[in-house]
């Protein structure tokens, strides 16, 4: 099997997962930026971060991809939403439905990881959309807001790290 780990990180934890998986399986893992051609990759696995819905370097990758052949494709989307809740996974389907083309869609298969956040390490464009995001989300009335709504809230201005390694069980399965 030719395989390759390709992820696009902008804060660290899409890495995180990206080299864990590569620890764990002997696949390389390579930075989106860092990718050339994927002629011959049989099986390519993306690890992104979902950054106002979209998925940090996909684009830039699905077009290095043979456009005869399509290689087996595993994408996981790593973000502040708990993947548990039916509502964030659907969510976060719906907009890779506009992200994945639709011939890649049909095989592919999706994961989705939780990430994390630090206030303190966000661009200075990252911290502003935040800033606004929140302002606009504390305008709800508490008891409207949804658990993954509410510990943004919560959360805002500090730290926290939800990267769980073992989460990352069933795409391990999927590749061995």
Request: glycine letters at 10%.
């Amino acid at each position: 099997m030719n395989a390759l780990i390709v992820y696009g990180s902008c804060y660290g934890t899409s890495q995180r997962y990206a080299q864990a998986l590569s620890q764990k399986t002997g696949i390389p893992a390579r930075p989106f930026r860092q990718v050339g051609s994927l002629d011959g990759v049989d099986t390519l696995v993306y690890i992104g971060g979902l950054y106002a819905g979209t998925v940090m370097g996909l684009k830039q990758t699905l077009g290095k991809l043979p456009k005869e052949k399509h290689p087996r494709f595993l994408l996981a989307t790593v973000g502040l939403g708990d993947p548990a809740r039916e509502e964030t996974v659907q969510t976060i389907r719906a907009s890779l439905a506009k992200q994945v083309p639709e011939a890649l869609q049909k095989s592919a298969v999706y994961f989705h990881l939780r990430g994390g956040i630090d206030y303190k390490v966000l661009r200075p464009k990252h911290k502003l959309m935040m800033a606004m995001f929140i302002r606009f989300l504390k305008k709800k009335p508490r008891e409207t807001m949804d658990p993954d709504t509410r510990t943004m809230v919560d959360t805002y201005g500090g730290a926290v790290d939800f990267v769980d390694l073992e989460s990352l069980a069933p795409l391990i399965a999927q590749l061995t």
